[in-house]
């Protein structure tokens, strides 16, 4: 089975461009999640969804982050304007059940996006 | 919340053993552990489940203190390709998240 499909997989863009970053969950989950790597900030949670629904979105910095999720095999994270301090990995990470109650699932994450903004 | 990670760092030679730390200050369901590599998406290790017993892979192991909210991953006769970073994530309400620790980056020399 292929595994969570992340792209592109380096993207380096001027300041103020938009950014759209994209992802394949492996077929059958039903949880995808988007994270944010920097060395300041650790893996960071930006948002989460549930059969394509947005559940929880605390984690976005700002209103320049979008994520959305047409279908259950696809999502996008978009920057709109990108600023230098959007620099980081994005991770895609799906999961066939909640990770929560006690289940025993967990999350498989792809391979990531490097996001350089200059 | 982010859970606390301790050590930040661990260097070890080849078949030694070493302990990993996390902590939380909420009471937890679970706590799952992932290693990174270098460049490298995190990569599942195990999960510890709330009154759940303990579980190994390979020989890493892991254990799961509920009513001290702490976890401790144990790295017994440590190889070459135990180095990386090793993340605790950590949920806490039922609400399908993880919040992650800031790692323990592993290196093992020969």
């Known amino acids: 089975d292929a595994g969570v499909i992340q792209s592109p997989r380096h993207e380096v863009t001027e300041m103020g461009q938009e950014v759209t970053l994209r992802c394949k969950p492996i077929?059958?989950?039903?949880?995808l999640f988007w994270y944010r790597q920097t060395m300041m900030r650790g893996l960071e949670l930006l948002i989460y969804?549930?059969?394509?629904?947005?559940?929880?979105d605390s984690g976005m910095p700002e209103d320049r982050f979008s994520a959305k999720m047409p279908n259950a095999s696809f999502s996008t994270l978009k920057i709109q304007p990108s600023e230098p301090r959007d620099s980081a990995v994005y991770f895609c990470?799906?999961?066939?059940?909640?990770?929560?109650?006690?289940?025993?699932?967990?999350?498989?994450f792809g391979p990531g996006t490097r996001l350089l903004v200059l | 919340q982010q859970p606390v990670q301790s050590p930040q760092a661990v260097i070890l030679r080849e078949g030694e053993d070493a302990v990993i730390n996390c902590s939380s200050s909420?009471?937890?369901?679970?706590v799952h552990w992932y290693r990174q590599k270098h460049g490298e998406a995190p990569v599942f290790l195990m999960i510890?489940?709330?009154?759940?017993e303990q579980k190994g892979h390979e020989k890493i192991s892991a254990s799961f203190n509920e009513k001290k909210q702490q976890s401790s991953l144990y790295l017994t006769a440590s190889q070459l390709s135990y180095s990386g970073t090793y993340f605790c994530?950590?949920?806490?309400?039922?609400?399908?998240?993880?919040?992650f620790g800031a790692g323990t980056t592993v290196t093992v020399r020969a």
């Open positions: 990470a799906s999961s066939p059940r909640g990770t929560g109650l006690q289940t025993q699932e967990t999350q498989y």
């Open positions: 077929s059958g989950h039903d949880y």
């Open positions: 969804f549930n059969n394509n629904v947005p559940i929880d």
């Open positions: 909420k009471a937890l369901y679970s």
């Open positions: 510890l489940l709330k009154g759940g």
């Open positions: 994530g950590t949920e806490g309400g039922g609400d399908y998240k993880l919040s």
